[in-house]
């Protein structure tokens, strides 16, 4: 039954099919036996992972199992505070891990919270208050406007109603309902006029409906089984580390091997190339890494939020870094979900209206100049027919929380609407000029009111003033047209001819065309005699005074921020359940639409397969009249075209989406709880500019992460080319195993965390994003390892053969010579440490602007002094005082790798990465054509 097309059926048939009855409802008895074969009218949760199977899958990553073994290995050797370090390091990220997965599970639970907990039902004849849970298919439902819709129903009575159903549909205004049935095979989710949805809002009228699916079988079901079923996608970090981490156990590995063989045959003792080589596995594989990443998105984390972004997973933060698509939903996050009106047009001339959303402050403009409005006779009119014909409020929210209706003071406050939101935007405008529902309360008394309905298209009211009775009337201006016999004209009443209603169509196509949404205002000055209760008569002879047309006005900040999205190479995409001609002219006006850029809907998507999808995704930038399965298909079709995709939005018709996308981003005021649990990232402030702020900062993150891999690895391949060239020429060994250690302690840990909080280079946002797919390694970060981790084992062991050449040829001499080696390797790596700062060379950059960096140098050179100068602990490391030519000779040989490298890069000038304007680049837009008059 649920798979029917309930749209196509009328009324009567639908009541048929149910097996009901519109009076009666069902029975008591065929109630029970429907529920137990349709089951509760509750949305259902995946089988569900144990906590502790959640917390044991965070140790199965395969660099968790290699530090497990480095720890077994630390612990043979005696080194018990490098065993316990790592296993806190293991601990704290299987913490970490289990919270976020924990927390990110927690989507349909607030979905559910979305359905009615209690329905008015007709059973036995009778009104019922029942949980919502208990209703089945053939259930008559009795709603009124403030209730939410506890299943899908189809409407068998409906007076006046409209729904909001922006959480589900994308729609940005509440979308009018009716009995009638609908023609057309597959007909948008929005436009389903005659069925309502489980979790949406009535904001006005009442109905009756019979339920046509409960439970899992609803609109609000199927988007929690897309949710169950979406699987997260493995962030670009995660992998990257994942792919490091073997990389490194593997060469690591091999080259201690070659290391020990080498030596024993060049007749090392083996159990001391034993020791020496299992010391250099050690200090090979950077154990550290995984707490250096954690402690890099931690304190990013702790930026972002300083910045109103809100890290719910940790990896996310990098990710964002990569993102080359931001897809975006229209309503409430490129737009403020608040209708407002823009233009009016009266006497044949176009007024705009500035101000933003239901704040009262704003001006009416005629050609750039203010308007005076007392002097206006037609305008002062229009105003007081908007708010009399009225039954929103306005009213404003003081700082402290307590609310004020019609405050005029100047303290900060939150504006906001009770009631339909168009009529919403009315009460606004005639705020703007000064005409306020408590200013005109003494002069008029509402007397009657004809509502506003599906079929009628308009909504009057009578009032009485002094001078007698009025009526004043809005509605769709062509249905509005043909009650108007006379028109408002430079203010004087003359009658309406054919060519001044001409003139009207031609202002309201106009205005249309602009995505506005248009109402037509009219009055009647109405004779004693005349009551004013029948419509017929009332509605009749109207005098028509003009048009005003709204919209749900973009965000002030979000043109500026698509612009900067585009400088750095993310392509902006809006994907809506809006119309396509309102999601286009949203679309042109934020530069988010190239003038060659497509724009698609809901159908032509449903009658594309994949491949097709695939063929034209690149050159989209508009879906309008979608439903979520679009969206998820939209974010999987970026995602095989090699695209790191980060998907916003507010509503439950955004979770699924959300939840798929490489990075998912929820709005923190206006979302739903649904879209804030399935989000990796939540913007506290609503802005869609916090995107560009948290996409740099990700960016920002990623580089650090590779600066520090890319010492912590030429550090170590520095190390390890001393050990394996030393082998290979026969010499001594230049490394006793706890200098090796040593080395590894005094420069892996906080000159690597300093580069973890580094600041980010000036053109980071003027670069195009990093492949999804790009290798940790790219861009020459794996020959800067080799060639800088190359030259500091050549030059340690120049150092180590000019001293041992000096020396005596003796242990005392062969100490030194060590000694040497140990320090001008420790020296290498603390001069490299600057220069990796900079994607270029370390004369790029300011050496001294990271504070952190420069303090965790000095500490480490603190740690290295006392260990050569402090009598008890020179046995301990096998160390002997150096002099004032044994450092010169150090500094000389460890500066070498940096500064030779550092001139290289410097005559070279590697070239940045060029935008394209498909990738986002900075191609001017057309302008957008202005309103017609």
């Not at 200090?283 to 990013?300: M, Y």
């Not at 900060?412 to 935007?425: M, N, R």
């Not at 500066?895 to 680049?921: D, E, N, Q, W």
């Amino acid at each position: 039954m649920s798979q029917r097309k309930w749209y196509h059926m009328t009324a009567e048939e639908t009541l048929q099919t149910t097996g009901t009855e519109a009076i009666k409802g069902l029975t008591s008895v065929e109630a029970d036996k429907r529920i137990s074969d349709a089951g509760l009218n509750e949305l259902a949760e995946g089988q569900g992972v144990s906590p502790i199977t959640l917390f044991l899958n965070q140790f199965k990553d395969f660099m968790v199992l290699v530090l497990v073994g480095a720890t077994l290995v630390s612990g043979l050797l005696g080194e018990y505070l490098d065993a316990i370090t790592i296993i806190a390091i293991i601990v704290m990220n299987g913490i970490l891990g289990f919270v976020q997965e924990f927390r990110a599970e927690r989507s349909l639970r607030a979905l559910k919270e979305l359905s009615a907990p209690n329905a008015k039902v007709l059973r036995d004849g009778v009104v019922l208050q029942l949980p919502a849970r208990e209703l089945v298919p053939g259930d008559i439902v009795v709603l009124e406007s403030g209730d939410r819709v506890p299943a899908d129903i189809r409407f068998v009575e409906a007076n006046g109603v409209y729904a909001e159903e922006s959480a589900l549909t994308g729609e940005s205004v509440p979308v009018a309902k009716h009995t009638e049935s609908l023609a057309g095979e597959e007909i948008p989710l929005g436009d389903q006029r005659n069925l309502g949805f489980m979790g949406t809002l009535l904001t006005r009228g009442t109905a009756k409906g019979v339920v046509v699916r409960t439970g899992m079988e609803t609109e609000m079901g199927k988007i929690a089984d897309l949710i169950q079923s979406t699987e997260s996608t493995e962030t670009p970090l995660q992998h990257r580390l994942e792919q490091l981490g073997k990389i490194l156990i593997i060469v690591a590995i091999a080259l201690t091997v070659l290391v020990v063989v080498a030596g024993i045959l060049h007749g090392q003792e083996p159990y001391g190339m034993f020791l020496a080589g299992v010391s250099l596995a050690v200090a090979a594989i950077p154990e550290g890494l995984p707490a250096i990443v954690t402690i890099a998105l931690a304190l990013g984390v702790q930026r972002m939020i300083q910045r109103k972004a809100i890290v719910r997973k940790l990896p996310s933060v990098e990710t964002l870094g990569c993102a080359s698509v931001i897809c975006s939903d229209k309503t409430g996050t490129l737009t403020q979900n608040k209708m407002t009106v823009t233009h009016m047009w009266l006497g044949g001339e176009l007024l705009e209206v500035t101000g933003d959303g239901y704040d009262p402050n704003g001006t009416i403009l005629k050609q750039g100049k203010p308007v005076d409005v007392r002097s206006n006779q037609m305008l002062r009119r229009l105003l007081q027919v908007s708010v009399l014909c009225n039954n929103a409020e306005l009213s404003e929210e003081a700082a402290g929380g307590k609310k004020k209706k019609g405050s005029e003071e100047a303290d900060p406050s939150i504006w906001s609407i009770k009631g339909d939101p168009t009529e919403g935007a009315l009460v606004v405008l005639g705020a703007k000029a000064g005409v306020t529902q408590q200013s005109l309360t003494s002069l008029y008394r509402r007397l009657t009111e004809m509502p506003f309905d599906s079929e009628r298209k308009r909504m009057s009211v009578v009032v009485e003033h002094q001078g007698g009775r009025m009526v004043c009337t809005k509605g769709a201006p062509d249905v509005l047209l043909q009650q108007c016999a006379y028109v408002l004209w430079d203010d004087k009443v003359i009658p309406f001819t054919a060519t001044l209603r001409q003139k009207v169509l031609a202002a309201n196509e106009g205005m249309a065309k602009n995505a506005l949404r248009v109402l037509g205002l009219a009055y009647s000055d109405l004779k004693t005699s005349e009551r004013g209760t029948e419509e017929d008569e009332t509605e009749n002879n109207l005098i028509f005074i003009g048009l005003t047309g709204m919209i749900d006005p973009p965000r002030r900040e979000v043109r500026e921020a698509i612009l900067k999205c585009r400088r750095a190479g993310i392509k902006t995409v809006m994907i809506t359940g809006d119309h396509q001609t309102t999601a286009e002219a949203i679309a042109k006006q934020l530069g988010i639409l190239p003038p060659d850029g497509l724009a698609l809907n809901g159908q032509q998507l449903t009658a594309m397969d994949d491949d097709e999808l695939d063929k034209h995704v690149d050159n989209a930038y508009v879906y309008a009249r979608v439903s979520p399965e679009h969206k998820l298909r939209i974010v999987k079709s970026l995602q095989r075209r090699g695209h790191v995709v980060a998907m916003t939005g507010d509503g439950v018709n955004d979770a699924p989406a959300i939840k798929a996308a490489d990075i998912g981003i929820a709005m923190g005021i206006s979302g739903t709880d649904v879209s804030k649990e399935a989000s990796s990232l939540v913007l506290s402030d609503d802005n869609f500019g916090t995107i560009v702020s948290a996409i740099e900062e990700g960016r920002g993150i990623y580089e650090n992460i590779r600066k520090f891999i890319r010492y912590l690895l030429a550090s170590n391949v520095g190390e390890i080319m001393t050990m394996f060239l030393a082998m290979m020429a026969g010499l001594p060994l230049p490394l006793v195993p706890i200098q090796i250690l040593w080395v590894n302690l005094v420069t892996d840990g906080l000159p690597a965390m300093a580069l973890g909080v580094d600041q980010a280079e000036k053109d980071l946002m003027q670069q195009k994003p990093r492949g999804a797919k790009e290798n940790i390694f790219a861009r020459r970060l794996g020959w800067k390892i080799i060639s800088r981790g190359l030259l500091i084992g050549l030059c340690t062991l120049a150092a180590f053969i000019i001293a041992l050449h000096q020396g005596e040829d003796s242990p005392s001499g062969l100490m030194k010579a060590q000694t040497v080696a140990f320090v001008t390797l420790v020296m290498a790596q603390l001069i490299h440490v600057f220069d990796c700062r900079s994607s270029r060379s370390i004369f790029h950059r300011n050496p001294l602007q990271n504070r952190w960096l420069v303090l965790a140098v000095i500490s480490s050179l603190l740690l290295v002094l006392p260990v050569l100068y402090v009598e008890p602990l020179r046995p301990i490391f096998k160390t002997v005082p150096l002099g004032l030519l044994d450092w010169i000779l150090v500094l000389f040989f460890a500066g070498i790798p940096t500064f030779l490298m550092g001139f290289g890069s410097v005559m070279s000038k590697p070239k940045r990465r060029p935008l394209a304007y498909g990738s986002g680049g900075s191609k001017p837009m057309k302008p957008i054509k202005p309103i017609a008059r």
